[in-house]
Nanobody, 124 residues
Framework: ERQLVESGGGLVQAGGSLRLSCAASGFRFDDYSIGWFRQIPGKDLEVVSCLDGSDGHTQYADSVKGRFTISRDNAKTTVYLQMNSLKPEDTAVYYC?????????????????WGRGTQVTVSS
């Protein structure tokens, strides 16, 4: 069964940090690019960051550039999102998604598998 499981969410004060993890199983992880998306209450799902399968190319939303870092450990079939200097506006459910191509996409419609999400709440 192809599966993505997010973890690491929680409640943190503004200015704090969290590291989200996304553990993948059931598919050839190395061949997939990964995206982190978030659903802010009352807003559409938006892309946060993306990462190629092999080249290490990344993309970040303007709102998180310089604060968030995406990375992957193919040996552990896990993707991470290090979130620093968190702001209340980062409060959302965060989802990871896998795309069956080495190159990433910023469009949620291009992803094949999705996790169930993890809640991140940043208090002011």
């Amino acid at each position: 069964e192809r599966q993505l499981v997010e973890s690491g969410g929680g409640l943190v004060q503004a200015g704090g940090s969290l590291r989200l993890s996304c553990a993948a199983s059931g598919f050839r992880f190395d061949d997939y690019s990964i995206g982190w998306f978030r659903q802010i209450p009352g807003k559409d799902l938006e892309v946060v960051s993306c990462l190629d399968g092999s080249d290490g190319h990344t993309q970040y939303a303007d709102s998180v550039k310089g604060r968030f870092t995406i990375s992957r450990d193919n040996a552990k079939t896990t993707v991470y999102l290090q979130m620093n200097s968190l702001k209340p506006e980062d409060t959302a459910v965060y989802y990871c998604a896998a795309r069956r191509y080495d190159s990433y996409s910023a469009s949620r419609y291009d992803y094949n598998y999705w996790g169930r999400g993890t809640q991140v709440t940043v208090s002011s």
